[in-house]
Nanobody, 118 residues
Framework: QVQLVESGGGLVQAGGSLRLSCAASGSVFSIGTMGWFRQAPGKQRELVASITTSGTANIADSVKGRFTISRDNARNTVYLQMNSLKPEDTAVYYC????????????WGQGTQVTVSS
């Protein structure tokens, strides 16, 4: 079992920055790709960014050039650096992970609220 705990959310003005962190514990040997999802009120959860164990990152087009994902395998932590934030980035952000051989994410954090004011 893997436990994921997010931190770093909050309220920020448009144009500002936040860095989210997600610390993994438990059966960390089973963690493959990690990802950040977000869900805004009334919308479906969407994948924002993902990163493999070797550091290959994928960023959604909606945040490309503004968000960066990184990973510290020694600390079992993944980060999401969010710059030039926009009001439409307001959402609950979730950290997730999947085992290396899986196609779907199976472990989820509790989520952290990010609110961007205009």
């Amino acid at each position: 079992q893997v436990q994921l705990v997010e931190s770093g959310g909050g309220l920020v003005q448009a144009g500002g920055s936040l860095r989210l962190s997600c610390a993994a514990s438990g059966s960390v040997f089973s963690i493959g790709t990690m990802g950040w999802f977000r869900q805004a009120p009334g919308k479906q959860r969407e994948l924002v960014a993902s990163i493999t164990t070797s550091g290959t990152a994928n960023i959604a087009d909606s945040v490309k050039g503004r968000f960066t994902i990184s990973r510290d395998n020694a600390r079992n932590t993944v980060y999401l650096q969010m710059n030039s934030l926009k009001p439409e980035d307001t959402a609950v952000y979730y950290c997730s992970s999947k085992v290396p051989w899986a196609t779907s994410y199976s472990n989820w954090g509790q989520g952290t609220q990010v609110t961007v004011s205009s």
